[in-house]
């Protein structure tokens, strides 16, 4: 129902993730304003976060998760990533280029 995607520019080996919530910011709200646009209340529906990361030349998305832990975050950003692509990846090798929202309705019974 509602997908958007910002251009953004984090090297994952430097990253301040205060700098990254404030960047999810304004499309997170715009996801919730249009859930309720819809005629549905905000717990109708699911919010999901993504990242759009840059590694050696590709550009896998994995879910945003753990971003307030910046040990924690990094992990499961690189065991992601490693996931989609099959080889080990470094902090070092990776951009987050990109933060996707995706806003979706639950069914309702």
């Known amino acids: 129902m509602f997908s958007s995607v910002t251009p953004v520019n984090f090297a994952v080996a430097d990253l301040n993730l205060d700098d990254l919530r404030r960047s999810f910011a304004p499309t997170f709200d715009q996801a919730a304003h249009a859930i309720q646009l819809a ?46 692509l099959g080889v080990a990846v470094n902090a070092n090798e990776v951009a987050i280029v990109g933060l996707r929202v995706d806003a979706v309705l639950e069914r309702l019974i």
């Open 39 to 84: 005629g549905f209340e905000q717990d109708d529906g699911v919010i999901n976060r993504w990242l759009v990361c840059r590694v050696n030349g590709r550009e896998p998305e994995v879910i945003a998760e753990s971003l307030a832990d910046t040990d924690r975050f990094r992990q499961t950003l690189l065991a992601g990533l490693e996931a989609q």
